[in-house]
């Protein structure tokens, strides 16, 4: 059971003063705003991507919120195209620091156990000098089986 065409928002180019390396939580990113947008096809792009082919390395930020009826195993399949880091909750859940082209959908399977409740992904994605282009995003439950289990609902705000 995968839960696909997800809404997101993003936030645009940031440049860090530290780099995506040494980020250990959003905090230090200082006051994110994100911005509405659509997964169009298998990956979510970054609009100004052009604007970003320049020696100075940013980062760049999507965002996507979900709701859980009940505690679950999720998958999260994550696929990107530059250096990343995965937060959930906050926590960093996932990192690689050498991702480059191309972008390939469900590239990596991140296990998640989510409580009933709410909860938030974050992606912080490196420019790679220009080279990045997106990310994709899915979920897959792990723990159900029943075909028609609830899967995580998408915030739409």
């Not at 860090?16 to 994100?34: H, I, R, Y």
């Not at 505690?71 to 909750?89: E, S, T």
Request: aromatic fraction near 10%.
């Amino acid at each position: 059971m995968l839960l696909d065409k997800i809404r997101a928002e993003r936030e645009p180019v940031f440049v860090p003063e530290k780099d995506l390396k040494t980020m250990k939580n959003l905090s230090e990113a200082g006051g994110l705003k994100f911005v509405k947008c659509n997964f169009t096809g298998f990956y979510l792009d970054h609009p100004s991507r052009v604007a970003l082919a320049t020696a100075e390395d940013k980062i760049f930020f999507y965002k996507a919120s979900f709701s859980c009826k009940e505690a679950m195993k999720l998958n999260l399949l994550a696929g990107y195209d530059g250096p990343v880091k995965i937060f959930a909750d906050g926590k960093v859940i996932f990192e690689d620091m050498k991702g480059t082209n191309p972008i390939i959908r469900d590239y990596k399977e991140i296990p998640l156990k989510w409580s009933k409740g709410e909860h938030e992904v974050v992606f912080a994605m490196a420019s790679n000098n220009g080279r990045a282009w997106g990310i994709c995003l899915r979920f897959e439950r792990t723990d159900a089986v029943d075909i028609n289990a609830a899967l995580p609902e998408e915030i739409v705000i």
